[in-house]
Nanobody, 117 residues
Framework: QVQLVESGGGLVQAGGSLRLSCVGSGSNFGIYDMAWYRQAPGKQRDMVAVIRSAGSTNYADSVKGRFTISRDNAKSTVYLQMNSLKPEDTAVYYC???????????WGQGTQVTVSS
C-alpha cells in the first residue's frame, strides 16, 4: 500500500511557475511508475506527465517544453515543475503510483492549481 500526499498547488498568474510535490509513504517507492494527472471542472482526468521506475519520461503534448517531471526515490517524492503556466492549465492535479504487474494503482487527494489571465 502506498499513500500519496500532494502539495504545492495555488493561485498564479499566467506566465508564472509552480512546483508540485508528491510524497509517498510505504516501502519500495522506487519500483513504481509515477505520474501526474489533472482534471478540470467538467472534464475527464488526463495524464500530464509520467516518470517510470527506470527513469524514462513522457508528457502530454499540451505541456511539452513547459513542465518537467522528476523523482527522488531516497525521499519517496515525485515533482512536477510547471513553467509558463496558462489559464488552461487550471485543474486539480493528482499524483499516481502504479505497478500494474501486481495490481497496484494508488492516487493522492489532489492539489488545486489555478492560473489567472
Amino acid at each position: 500500500q502506498v499513500q500519496l500526499v500532494e502539495s504545492g498547488g495555488g493561485l498564479v498568474q499566467a506566465g508564472g511557475s509552480l512546483r508540485l510535490s508528491c510524497v509517498g509513504s510505504g516501502s519500495n517507492f522506487g519500483i513504481y511508475d509515477m505520474a501526474w494527472y489533472r482534471q478540470a471542472p467538467g472534464k475527464q482526468r488526463d495524464m500530464v506527465a509520467v516518470i517510470r521506475s527506470a527513469g524514462s519520461t513522457n508528457y502530454a503534448d499540451s505541456v511539452k517544453g513547459r513542465f518537467t517531471i522528476s523523482r527522488d526515490n531516497a525521499k519517496s517524492t515525485v515533482y512536477l515543475q510547471m513553467n509558463s503556466l496558462k489559464p488552461e492549465d487550471t485543474a486539480v492535479y493528482y499524483c499516481n503510483a502504479r505497478r500494474l504487474s501486481v495490481g497496484h494503482d494508488f492516487w493522492g487527494q489532489g492539489t488545486q492549481v489555478t492560473v489567472s489571465s
